[in-house]
């Protein structure tokens, strides 16, 4: 009786029973193993409720998951994305697939198979659950202000043609949830530095560890919620190009290549207002080797990463030698190049501007607190307090 009440209040948009069985044994939170070859713990517990209401809510474990037969599933096959699903695409009426996206991700800069490089240490590509999760549909209530849930006016309305309500609510969590962004500005920046800030993985592909994004003025901007602010996408993907066919910088495809540069900081297609005036001697600025990396040291020794030693191992790296030695008293002038000697003569500028404005204010102020106070003492020796 209690089964058959629970059933009947359930919600709508819990589709279908578990047809395999799976949760018989993928319901318990502890369900996992020690994987012996990398020493990492491995989950796998699933979540029925949260799994049903996820995009992949409708599709069968035994539709990626193959060879299961055997329990425990000893002999299971690694997931392929590219494999043909069993769900239909309704504007096609074939069998889905994402072996389209999987084909042109491969012949990108971070598949297997680009033509223009020869791909060496492969196991530092991204697959596509590094970038991918089952993500939970997240619909809108209101398309102007985007809020989260689901306008049941909306759904009502859609009910007017779809009778079928299971088909028309989960087609209408997934054409919202398209509303949303795939991730923030602020996740998809974190994403990309999971493997971009790793200077050992960078230099192994020939790259440049691009870590220092967090010391420029777009990062500032995305960190505190600006929706005007690029993150890595806003260049490297804009309104034209794709994040699955991404080229190298050098290829005339690739967004940021030179001939391209001004027009994708422009943006003037996207949503984003970037630099609409941009020139192209604007677009060759630098973005990612702005900034001394000092943050990062910074942020590494308050989170007890780092060491005081390697504070101090930051002024004999080279993007911030030529700041520090214009700062030191017994520099060679005669070995300096005209920049650093151009450097010196701002710093010394500075230097005393700063400290004859700081002698100006702090003495003013002590001078005016004491004579202040001396006129208090005349006052109060004269009678005139009370």
């Known amino acids: 009786m209690i089964w058959m009440v629970s059933t009947l209040n359930a919600p709508s948009f819990i589709y279908a029973a578990d047809e395999e069985a799976c949760s018989v044994c993928h319901k ?7 994987d012996t070859q990398t020493g990492k713990s491995r989950l796998f517990y699933v979540s029925e409720d949260i799994y049903i209401n996820s995009v992949h809510g409708k ?22 994305c590219s494999t043909k699903c069993h769900l239909k695409e309704p504007s096609t009426d074939k069998e889905f697939s994402h072996g389209g996206i ?51 006016d909306a759904l009502r309305r859609c009910l007017g043609c779809h009778e079928n309500k299971e088909w028309t609510n989960r087609f209408y969590q997934h054409f919202a949830h398209r509303m949303h962004r795939s991730k923030t500005a602020v996740q998809t920046v974190k994403l990309c530095l999971d493997c971009h800030k790793d200077e050992k993985k960078m230099a192994r592909h020939g790259l440049t560890a691009t870590s220092n994004y967090k010391d420029t003025f777009h990062w500032k901007g995305v960190l505190y919620g600006d929706p005007n602010m690029p993150d890595c996408l ?10 699955h066919s991404m080229k190298t910088g050098s290829n005339p495809g690739s967004a940021v290549h030179k001939q391209n540069l001004q027009a994708t900081c422009s943006n003037l297609n996207g949503t984003q207002v970037c630099h609409p005036k941009a020139t192209e001697q604007f677009a060759t600025g630098k973005i990612h080797p702005t900034g001394s990396g000092f943050e990062k040291k910074v942020s590494a020794y308050v989170e007890g990463e780092a060491t005081l030693n390697e504070m101090d191992s930051l002024k004999q790296e080279r993007r911030f030698r030529d700041l520090s030695a214009v700062t030191s008293e017994d520099v060679d002038i005669t070995k300096l190049d005209e920049q650093q000697i151009f450097q010196r003569k ?13 002698t100006v204010v702090i003495g003013g102020m002590m001078a005016h607190q004491m004579l202040d106070f001396i006129r208090i003492l005349i006052n109060k020796s004269k009678g005139k307090l009370h």
């Open 28 to 34: 318990y939170p502890g369900l996992g193993r020690i």
């Open 234 to 243: 806003s260049c490297h993907a804009p309104v034209g190009f794709t994040v």
């Open 59 to 80: 599709v069968l474990c035994r539709n990626c998951h193959l060879n299961l037969d055997v329990i425990p599933h000893t002999d299971a096959k690694k997931v392929d």
């Open 102 to 152: 999987y084909a042109e991700f491969n012949t990108s800069i971070h598949g297997l198979y680009t033509p223009e490089m020869t791909k060496k240490c492969t196991e530092d590509l991204p697959q596509c659950t590094d970038c991918h999760v089952n993500a939970v549909y997240q619909p809108v209530s209101d398309l102007t202000t985007m809020q989260a849930g689901i306008s049941q």
């Open 346 to 358: 701002v710093y010394i500028i500075v230097k005393y501007v700063y400290t004859l404005l700081i």
